[in-house]
């Protein structure tokens, strides 16, 4: 059974940092990432990374945020810094098994003064 258990998010002033990580079991993966959704908007992509280490980066976050992956341990991480406040959403994580893709339920974001 594969599992996705994420855990980083909270509440930030605009500039702060957090490191969000993601810790999957039950697959091999290939492709593993981060995804943002806003209340009303559609998921978006915040980060991808493979195994073999090539990234996909949101123009929106690209130079503030950071994605890494531990194919030993099936984590993979996003810091996050320089936040602002429409970085506020609800983060999820993605991992793709054989054939499928796999969402974490998610956490929450929120960045405010």
């Known amino acids: 059974q594969v599992q996705l258990v994420e855990s980083g998010g909270g509440s930030v002033q605009p500039g702060g940092s957090l490191r969000l990580s993601c810790a999957a079991s039950g697959s091999i993966f290939s492709t593993m990432g981060w995804y943002r959704q806003d209340p009303g908007k559609e998921r978006e992509l915040v980060a991808t990374?493979?195994?073999?280490?090539?990234?996909n980066i949101a123009d929106s976050v690209k130079g503030r945020f950071t994605i890494s992956r531990d194919n030993a341990k099936n984590t993979v991480n996003v810091q996050t810094n320089s936040l602002k406040p429409e970085d506020t959403a609800v983060y999820y994580c993605?991992?793709?098994?054989?054939?499928?893709?796999?969402w974490g339920k998610g956490t929450l974001v929120t960045v405010s003064s």
């Open positions: 990374i493979t195994r073999g280490g090539n990234t």
């Open positions: 993605y991992a793709r098994g054989i054939g499928v893709g796999y």
